[in-house]
Each structure stands twice: as C-alpha cells, then as structure tokens.
C-alpha cells in the first residue's frame, strides 16, 4: 500500500486531487491507501452494478451513486478494487471523461488481464492475479466475505461452478 500511495504522492505533488472510490468493493482499499498519502486531496465515491446474483457480470452498467463533487477541471484518479471484463471501468472512463477531468488516471488493486473484454488502460495495479474468483478485502460474493482481512480463491463448489 505504501508504495501505491508514494506514487500518487510523487505524481501529484501540489495538484488538485480528488480520489473516486467504486463502491462497495474498492471501499477498504481506498481506506488503506488514503492513509498512505501524504498529500491534500479530497475523495468522493460512486457505485455502480454489473453483476446479478452470482460471479458472472452481467455486461449492463448501471449507476447506482454518482459523485457529490464536480470534476470539471480536476485531477482524478478512480481506485477500483477488481478489473475482470473491463465492461464497468469503461463505462465509468466514458462517463468521468465526458465531466472533463483535467485528467482521469485509473489505480486497481487487483487486475485479472486474462478475462479482459474490453481494451482499457490502467495506469497502476496493486497485484495481477489468475481468473480466480476472489473474496474478502471487500471484495464479495452475493455480498458475503468482503470483511475477510485478507484476499481468498472462493472456492467453485461455493458458489456451484463445478458440474
């Protein structure tokens, strides 16, 4: 965590820097790096919907809480928890870029380029993993094991993948 938030102290050394945190997953990602920034900045959070019951997303993105604050004008940077497909980060880049952000930079902590659908560049991630469905650190399944202090392989026959 430290070192993502050296980077965003290092790029945006007397910048206005609003944070956007995608709830609800990115939500103890974006406590933890917050306090690994040492610079001012302001954060705001938006939610959106992809996913059905279950662990496959859905493809329509919904927004579910949009931002408080105008970015008109402002440094961004959107801390996703998970890039899967890239269908929901992409929607979010075309809706943020259509606000005319000053600039728009994207931070995941976790990126699995293997499910990939759509062509998005991130510009820093925490750690690339396998297309493994993954729990806790806020990331959930049916909205269980986001409280998990740590990031677990949700195993298929809990969420009924094996046949």
Do not use: C
């Not at 938006?46 to 408080?68: C, F, P």
């Not at 075309?94 to 759509?118: C, F, G, H």
């Not at 806020?138 to 094996?162: C, H, M, Q, T």
């Amino acid at each position: 965590m430290r070192e993502l938030g050296d980077i965003i102290n290092r790029e945006y050394a007397r910048q206005d820097l609003l944070l956007v945190s995608v709830l609800k997953g990115s939500i103890i990602f974006m406590a933890d790096l917050i306090r690994a920034i040492t610079i001012p900045h302001e954060i705001d959070f938006m939610a959106t919907s992809s996913y059905g019951a279950g662990t496959s997303s859905s493809g329509v993105v919904r927004i579910l809480k949009d931002l408080n604050t105008s970015i008109e004008g402002r440094n961004v940077v959107l801390v996703e928890d998970i890039i899967d497909s890239g269908h929901t980060l992409s929607y979010l880049i075309r809706i943020l870029q259509e606000r005319q952000p000053a600039s728009l930079r994207i931070m995941t902590l976790l990126d699995k380029p293997e499910r990939r659908e759509v062509d998005i560049h991130v510009d820093w991630v925490g750690f690339s993993i396998p297309n493994e469905f993954v729990v806790g650190y806020g990331l959930d399944f049916d909205e269980v094991y986001r409280n998990l202090p740590f990031i677990g392989v949700l195993k298929p026959s809990v969420y009924g993948a094996e046949g």
